[in-house]
């Protein structure tokens, strides 16, 4: 499986961004996929992820109302809209995917998903 990001690049504070990420290799019947994302000297989290049967959602509450995640099952695709952006969302955006169809109490766990993309950097510029 690999999985395919793109949008990542430079804003201003207030701006908006759009990161996608493809995944190919295999047939997916479910999935969870999402992103997360690391700043320079903290740890790996959560931004927002989704699965693919009924769509349900889990975001870092830091992102609610600002950022929106979404997916295309016939392409195996995740966007992640992201709007209002703060200087404090600069980091490296992660895509990840599990072909399982994870219980919500288990998405923003980094540790249940078995693929992940090679990061794109957002950086937002004051």
């Known amino acids: 499986v690999q999985l395919q990001a793109s949008g990542g690049g430079v804003v201003q504070a207030g701006g908006s961004l759009r990161l996608s990420c493809a995944a190919s290799?295999?047939?997916?019947?479910?999935?969870?996929m999402g992103w997360f994302r690391q700043a320079p000297g903290k740890e790996r989290e959560l931004v927002a992820t989704?699965?693919?049967?009924?769509?349900?959602?889990v975001y870092a509450d830091s992102v609610k109302g600002r950022f929106t995640i979404s997916r295309d099952n016939t392409k195996n695709m995740v966007n992640l809209q992201m709007n209002i952006l703060r200087t404090e969302d600069t980091a490296v955006y992660y895509c990840?995917?599990?072909?399982?169809?994870?219980?919500?109490?288990?998405?923003?766990?980094?540790?249940?998903?078995?693929?992940w993309g090679q990061g794109t950097l957002v950086t937002v510029s004051s």
């Open positions: 990840a995917l599990t072909p399982r169809h994870l219980i919500v109490s288990s998405m923003s766990n980094e540790n249940e998903y078995d693929y």
């Open positions: 290799g295999r047939t997916f019947s479910s999935y969870t």
């Open positions: 989704i699965r693919r049967t009924g769509g349900s959602t």
